[in-house]
């Protein structure tokens, strides 16, 4: 297969907020920071679920920020408890988003699903809409 | 002297012996495939289930399966009709929050709230409920209109009409008119 071929797979960080599991493209991502790190930066840090939840306060147990892959200025997006990093993704094990979802939720930055062996649900997030 | 029946052509007018026998079971072929359109015609089979303790009903026809209700994974950046998504064998289904689509309160699911998977156009989707009552199997014409005083938002989804379940008035809710809110 060449570099210029289709794309067979994707890779995927893992992580979590509040009790929902999502999974966003590496090739987003820049660099993982903890907050620390990007506060001597000075950084500006997007909290992830206060794109969409602004009014709820949703407590994060390890939160760590991603520096998008993107030209010009943007935050970085502050997740919680990454489990698992560079996980490969074939095409076909992803799931599009139901019917009334696709119609009811244009905005959402949602636009996959992979499930795990347990059946679990990892939702795949596109960060470049979040921004 | 022999006639034909106009339009029928499977009774003829004659003289011979089983004359009789041959009307007979002409009309008795006509009755039975009268009785079969009237039964197809008159009866419907209902999902009944319960919201904030009154009673709803599904034409079963768009009704697929039953799930019990377990984990539903929410999902950033929709409406809050939608519940979210789940797992049902492999397959990434929504499910509709019927409370917030009929301007009701929501409560807290218990151990009895259901997961109704419906379809119609080919469109499928899971609708939460509180429970499930029954399948019951209804004369069409104890179907009626919706009463007037029937909740305003509750009747714009209830062309299915209103009927009873013991001394319970069921709404007769349309998935169509659901799915349409949402996708349009």
Redesign the interface.
């Known amino acids: 297969m060449s570099a210029t071929g289709p794309v067979v797979q994707i890779r995927i960080l893992i992580f979590r907020v ?3 599991r999502f999974g966003v493209d590496m090739v987003q991502i820049a660099e993982m920071l903890d907050l620390a790190e990007a506060g001597r930066r000075r950084t500006p840090l997007g909290w992830f ?1 206060r ?3 602004p009014d709820k306060e949703i407590p994060y147990r390890s939160p760590v920020a991603l520096a998008l892959r993107r030209s010009g200025e943007s935050p970085a997006i502050v997740v919680d408890q990454p489990e698992a990093i560079d996980v490969p993704v074939a095409i076909e094990a992803i ?7 696709r ?3 244009a ?4 636009w996959g ?1 992979v ?1 795990e062996k347990t ?3 990892i ?1 795949l ?1 596109d960060f470049f809409k979040l921004i | 002297m022999t006639r034909s029946e106009s339009g029928g052509g499977d009774v003829m007018e004659s003289m011979d012996a089983d004359r009789s026998d041959r009307i007979l079971a002409a009309v008795k072929r006509r009755k039975a495939e009268a009785a079969v359109v009237q039964a197809e015609e008159a009866m419907v089979d209902l999902v009944i289930f319960t919201l904030n303790r009154d009673f709803y009903a599904f034409d079963s026809g768009d009704v697929k399966e039953l799930l019990p209700y377990g ?1 539903i ?7 809050d ?2 519940e979210g ?3 049902v064998r ?5 499910v ?1 929050n019927l409370h917030r689509i009929l301007a009701m309160t929501f409560p807290e699911p218990t151990k009895d709230a259901r997961i109704v998977i419906a379809s119609r156009s080919g ?3 899971g609708i939460l409920v509180d429970s499930v009552v029954d399948v019951v199997n209804v004369a069409a014409d104890r179907l009626k209109r919706p009463m007037s005083t029937l909740d305003k938002t509750v009747r714009e989804y209830a062309v299915g009409g209103e009927t009873f379940y013991g001394d319970r008035y069921v709404t007769v809710l349309d998935v169509g008119k659901i ?1 349409d809110r ?3």
């Open positions: 509040a009790d929902a679920n794109f969409f939840r799931h599009p988003m139901p019917p009334l979802f119609a009811a939720c905005e959402s930055p949602v699903a499930l059946g679990r649900i939702l997030v | 984990t994974t929410f999902v950033p950046g929709c409406p009709i939608i998504v789940i797992n492999g397959d990434i289904e929504s509709l469109i499928r989707s799915f949402i996708a349009l």
